[in-house]
């Protein structure tokens, strides 16, 4: 089989190197500047007064959380790249709140006011739900054969490993309160494993 170290997606071409989600806050931040600058009879969207406020959360949630967070499901993501998203979303929501750092809100209520989850509980719910469709899959799926296939062979270099998948849906894990070790009980019931995991979203909130 021919070794291919690129590929294409729908909207960029990857390398062996993943891409982490700072690439995605670029990548929307610069589409939704774009979005402004072709609309050269109005105001920008988050700026202008004749949109409403529900107009422009829906907006949000469609055009940049959905851009922003696509693929997300499959990330490995370390602590710092999760507060550089969290940054994001929350300088979002406080320009279509109107919100300035002056007024000294925390970020607690403008989630409140916007009635939006966190980034890191976004994320969370991804990733979990993803989890419990690849357990879901038959054998021989080439998604369930890496989640719980190991290596026969090799050796590791030394120094701290680097984070993977399994580590990061364990984290998930604990942090919705959901048992590592009897997750897959749930999970066999995709109705079961949604109420599950949007339960333990709203007691971590």
């Known amino acids: 089989m021919e070794k291919n170290s690129k590929w294409s997606t729908i909207s960029s071409t990857l390398d062996q190197q993943p891409q982490t989600p700072c690439h995605w806050i670029l990548k929307s931040t610069r589409g939704w500047e774009r979005h402004s600058q072709s609309c050269q009879n109005s105001p920008r969207v988050l700026e202008n007064k004749h949109v409403t406020t529900q107009t422009k959360m829906s907006v949000y949630k469609v055009c940049v959380i959905g851009t922003l967070l696509y693929g997300s499901k499959s990330w490995t993501t370390y602590s710092l790249q999760e507060r550089k998203l969290q940054v994001f979303h929350l300088r979002c929501l406080c320009r279509i709140l109107g919100i300035l750092w002056q007024d000294r809100v925390c970020n607690n209520k403008v989630l409140a006011c916007a009635d939006l989850p966190s980034m890191y509980t976004l994320l969370h719910q991804r990733r979990l739900r993803w989890l419990g469709h690849v357990h879901r899959m038959d054998d021989g799926h080439i998604p369930k054969d890496l989640l719980y296939g190991e290596l026969a062979t090799g050796k590791r270099s030394r120094g701290r ?21 009897s997750w897959e009980t749930f999970a066999i019931d995709r109705t079961i494993w949604r109420q599950q995991v949007a339960t333990s979203q709203q007691q971590t909130k």
């Open 161 to 181: 490993p680097r984070l993977c998948y399994k580590f990061v849906c364990k984290r998930d894990l604990r942090v919705c309160n959901i048992n590592t070790k």
